[in-house]
Each structure stands twice: as C-alpha cells, then as structure tokens.
T-cell receptor
Framework: SQQGEEDPQALSIQEGENATMNCSYKTSINNLQWYRQNSGRGLVHLILIRSNEREKHSGRLRVTLDTSKKSSSLLITASRAADTASYFCATPQGGSEKLVFGKGTKLTVNP | SQTIHQWPATLVQPVGSPLSLECTVEGTSNPNLYWYRQAAGRGLQLLFYSVGIGQISSEVPQNLSASRPQDRQFILSSKKLLLSDSGFYLC?????????????FGPGTRLTVL
C-alpha cells in the first residue's frame, strides 16, 4: 500500500511566487525525505527530516514535519523557472529496508 | 566524488527479447544498490536492492531478475520482456540503508517494449 501521498498532483505558479507541496503518510516514521526529478532524469535528494525535527531549511527550501498529523510540507520560496520539476516525498516502510516514494507533485513555474 | 552510471540511456526492444541493464558506481565502497521502475506519471516502484555482492532482495514478483557480480556493479535482466516492462528504470545507491540515508540516483534508462 502507498505510504506517502503528495498533494496537489500538479501545481502551476508564476516565477517569484512560493510553492507549497504536502505529503501525508500512514504509519509511524523515523524520518522523511524529499526528492526532485527533472523531466526524464534521475531523482535528486533535497532534504531529510527526522521525526524529532519539526522544521528544516536548505537554501530556498523549507520542510516541516508534523508527526501527530502524519504530514510534511515542502515550501519553495521565490520560485524560479528552473524549479520546474516533480517533487516526491519518501518514507520508510515500517520494519523493512525499503523506502517508499509517493506519486509526486508536478510543479510548473512560469517565467 | 561519487558518480553513478547507467546504460543504455534508451532502449527499444521487441516483446519476448532479453534485457540487460547495467549500473555502476564510482568513488565509494560497499554501497547499497537499488533498482526502481517508474511508469509514466507515476511514483517509483522498488524492484530489487542489494546490500552486498551476490545479495539480492526482490520486492515485486515479475519476470525481471537482478545480479551484483561486483561491489559497485548492479545488473537488471530479463529472459523475455513483456509489454508491461516498459518504463523508466532507475538505479540508485546509498551508503547506509535507504530509509535512513539519502539515495543517489543515476540518469535512468528509458525502456520501450513493442
């Protein structure tokens, strides 16, 4: 069964605006990861946030984690056309060595 | 620095033909290695992972197999391709187990089975 689900499935914004993507998961986790995938390319790791962390920053990226609601959000501030990509959250599948990816949010940043 | 290679980049194969996709990692030792498949517009499906030479864990029953003949080499194979095998195949590595560590992905192989 799907562990992480991103929302929305697609998001279109103008350059300079902020983009927020959400991820919900079902079981307890010890960390959550966000990845970016440009069209036709491999995935690139963005951020890993541990269950004892509530917020983490990396450049223009801000990730929050609410373990009580089993949800995470990825905020990209002052978006650029180069941010156009699909964004995936990934969570451990309990009791296994498996990392489960959601279906992703497709972000389009219009110049 | 570490790099990961996959080849070929694209492949068009007829149904029933064999398959061999190769992945190699440079600049690290004893990596954990992973094969994922991504269908169009979908998330990633973990197919196989390996924590060492000759050690393969299969996640999904299918007509694919994987092998790890060397520490930094991971091969995905099939004896007879099906139409449903079409997709984007991604190899990845991590130093620790994936649930606790970031994974580094290769550029992928686009497979079309006709």
């Amino acid at each position: 069964s799907q562990q992480g689900e991103e929302d929305p499935q697609a998001l279109s914004i103008q350059e300079g605006e902020n983009a927020t993507m959400n991820c919900s998961y079902k079981t307890s986790i010890n960390n959550l990861q966000w990845y970016r995938q440009n069209s036709g390319r491999g995935l690139v790791h963005l951020i890993l946030i541990r269950s004892n962390e509530r917020e983490k920053h990396s450049g223009r990226l801000r990730v929050t984690l609410d373990t009580s609601k089993k949800s995470s959000s990825l905020l990209i501030t002052a978006s650029r056309a180069a941010d156009t990509a699909s964004y995936f959250c990934a969570t451990p599948q309990g009791g296994s060595e498996k990392l489960v990816f959601g279906k992703g949010t497709k972000l389009t940043v219009n110049p | 620095s570490q790099t990961i290679h996959q080849w070929p980049a694209t492949l068009v194969q007829p149904v029933g033909s064999p398959l061999s996709l190769e992945c190699t990692v440079e600049g690290t030792s004893n990596p954990n290695l992973y094969w994922y498949r991504q269908a169009a517009g979908r998330g990633l499906q973990l197919l196989f992972y390996s924590v060492g030479i000759g050690q393969i864990s299969s996640e999904v029953p299918q007509n694919l197999s994987a092998s790890r003949p060397q520490d930094r080499q991971f091969i995905l194979s099939s004896k007879k391709l099906l139409l449903s095998d079409s997709g984007f195949y991604l190899c990845a590595w991590s130093l620790g187990l994936a649930p606790y560590n970031e994974q580094f992905f290769g550029p992928g192989t686009r497979l079309t089975v006709l």
